[in-house]
Nanobody, 121 residues
Framework: QVQLVESGGGLVQPGGSLRLSCAAS????????MGWYRQAPGKQRDLVAM???????NYAESVKGRFTISRDYRNNTVYLQMNTLKPEDTAVYYC???????????????WGQGTQVTVSS
């Protein structure tokens, strides 16, 4: 069974930085895209950043120039470096991955449990 385990959330002051990590483990044959979504209270879950396997990163307009997504392909891990954080970045951040568990298996979407990021003075 596949698991995505996130870490790195917390409370930070405006202008501060945080780094989120997400490691995929379990029965994994192939991983495609890995990325991050976020959901603020009362709002829908929105894409923050996505990094296809071997491709270029995509970012939400609101985080461009402040957030950087990266991957450790050997360890099936994705990171989100968040700089110059703003109160409007406050949300639960969810890790996402599209992957195959077996050779010729279906591609499926997997989600982490979510990690809270709070930006407040």
């Amino acid at each position: 069974q596949v698991q995505l385990v996130e870490s790195g959330g917390g409370l930070v002051q405006p202008g501060g930085s945080l780094r989120l990590s997400c490691a995929a483990s379990g029965t994994i044959f192939n991983i495609g895209a890995m990325g991050w979504y976020r959901q603020a209270p009362g709002k829908q879950r929105d894409l923050v950043a996505m990094l296809p396997n071997g491709g270029s990163a995509n970012y939400a307009e609101s985080v461009k120039g402040r957030f950087t997504i990266s991957r450790d392909y050997r360890n099936n891990t994705v990171y989100l470096q968040m700089n110059t954080l703003k109160p409007e970045d406050t949300a639960v951040y969810y890790c996402y991955s599209a992957l195959q568990e077996h050779f010729r298996g279906d591609w499926s979407a997997y989600w982490g449990q979510g990690t809270q990021v709070t930006v407040s003075s």
